[in-house]
C-alpha cells in the first residue's frame, strides 16, 4: 500500500502507544473486535516503534483517525483541498492541563484527546462563534471540567462511559432559555471524569 503519510517513519512514546490502548478498548467496548482480537493487537500496541506500526494494528477501526489528531488524513483521489481552515479545532491533553477561561472564542466543534490530562473550561463570559458548539472527547483517565453560565444549555445524548469513567451534571437547566448549546460526544475510558457546574 502507497504511504499516504509523510511521517509513517516518525517513532513513538508512551503517549501515543496510551492513546491507541484507549482506542482498542472503546473499539472493543463497543462490540468492533472480540476478546481475541483486542488481546493480539494491544499487544502489536506494545511493540510499535513508529507512527506507521500503530497506524496497522487500527487501519480498520472506525476511530482510527483519532490516533494522531494533529495529522490530518489524505484527501481522498479527485477531491478538491482548499486552504480554508479547518472548522474543528483539535485538543490534545496527554499528561496536561488545558485551560480556557475569560472572553475565550469558542469554537463551533473541537476533538478533545489524551490520557492522564485535564481539560478546564470556563463558558461563563466565553464569546461563541455559533449558536452550538460540539465538544468530542476521546480520553481516558483524564479529567474534564466544565463551567458554564445561566443562559448556557449542555447536553450530552452520545457518552459512552467505560472503566471507572463518571459524568456529573450539578448545572441544572439554563436559568434564561434561548442561549449557547454545548453537546457533548464520544468517550470516556479508564478513570476518566467529567463535571458540569453552572456560575
Not at 72 to 96: F, L, Y
Not at 174 to 195: A, E, F, H, K, N
Amino acid at each position: 500500500m502507497a504511504d499516504t503519510f509523510g511521517d509513517q517513519d516518525v517513532r513513538v512514546g508512551h503517549p501515543e502507544r496510551e492513546r491507541a490502548t484507549s482506542l482498542l478498548s472503546d473499539a472493543f467496548s463497543s462490540g468492533y473486535l472480540e476478546i481475541g482480537e483486542f488481546e493480539e493487537r494491544a499487544g502489536a500496541v506494545t511493540s510499535s516503534r513508529t507512527r506507521g506500526d500503530l497506524r496497522a494494528v487500527l487501519a480498520d477501526l472506525p476511530n482510527a483517525g483519532m490516533l494522531f489528531p494533529d495529522v490530518p488524513a489524505p484527501a481522498p483521489s479527485g477531491s478538491v483541498v482548499t486552504g480554508a481552515p479547518a472548522a474543528r479545532t483539535e485538543w490534545v491533553i496527554d499528561s496536561t492541563t488545558l485551560r480556557r477561561k475569560g472572553g475565550w472564542q469558542v469554537p463551533s466543534e473541537a476533538l478533545v484527546t489524551g490520557s492522564w490530562g485535564t481539560l478546564d473550561l470556563d463558558f461563563t463570559v466565553a464569546v461563541f462563534a455559533t449558536p452550538t458548539m460540539a465538544l468530542h472527547l476521546q480520553v481516558s483517565t483524564c479529567t474534564v471540567k466544565l463551567r458554564i453560565g445561566a443562559d448556557h444549555e449542555i447536553r450530552y445524548p452520545n457518552v459512552t462511559k467505560t472503566g471507572w469513567s463518571s459524568l456529573k451534571d450539578k448545572a441544572g437547566p439554563p436559568v434564561r432559555p434561548g442561549g449557547p448549546v454545548i453537546t457533548l460526544s464520544g468517550s470516556l475510558s479508564g478513570m476518566s471524569g467529567v463535571v458540569i457546574k453552572r456560575r
